[in-house]
Nanobody, 115 residues
Framework: QVHVVESGGGLVQPGGSLRLSCAASGSTISIYEMGWYRQPPGKQRELVARIMGGGSINYADSVKDRFTISRDNAKNTVYLQMNSLKPEDTAVYYC?????????WGQGTQVTVSS
């Protein structure tokens, strides 16, 4: 079963970019649904983007054309490239791995967009 750890969060100015990484161990991620979720302050966790085992991708409407999810099976890592960041993108970002009834969450990484 896969274990995931996020990295790459930080403080960035509006309009800036960040790339989050989700490193997996314990199993290959190629067959898993891998996703990025976020939890803004005082709000519920929400889907940002996910990539299925077959390669299809879904994005939340709020991040389409700004964020890109990708998967490197050789490195067992999933990435979230975030461009044109807005203050409303401020949140704790979580990596998620799912396969059947199995679900694994990372500990989260803080992204703060502020001038």
């Amino acid at each position: 079963q896969v274990h995931v750890v996020e990295s790459g969060g930080g403080l960035v100015q509006p309009g800036g970019s960040l790339r989050l990484s989700c490193a997996a161990s314990g199993s290959t991620i190629s067959i898993y649904e891998m996703g990025w979720y976020r939890q803004p302050p005082g709000k519920q966790r929400e889907l940002v983007a996910r990539i299925m085992g077959g390669g299809s991708i879904n994005y939340a409407d709020s991040v389409k054309d700004r964020f890109t999810i990708s998967r490197d099976n050789a490195k067992n890592t999933v990435y979230l490239q975030m461009n044109s960041l807005k203050p409303e993108d401020t949140a704790v970002y979580y990596c998620h791995a799912g396969l059947g009834n199995f679900v694994s969450w990372g500990q989260g990484t803080q992204v703060t967009v502020s001038s």
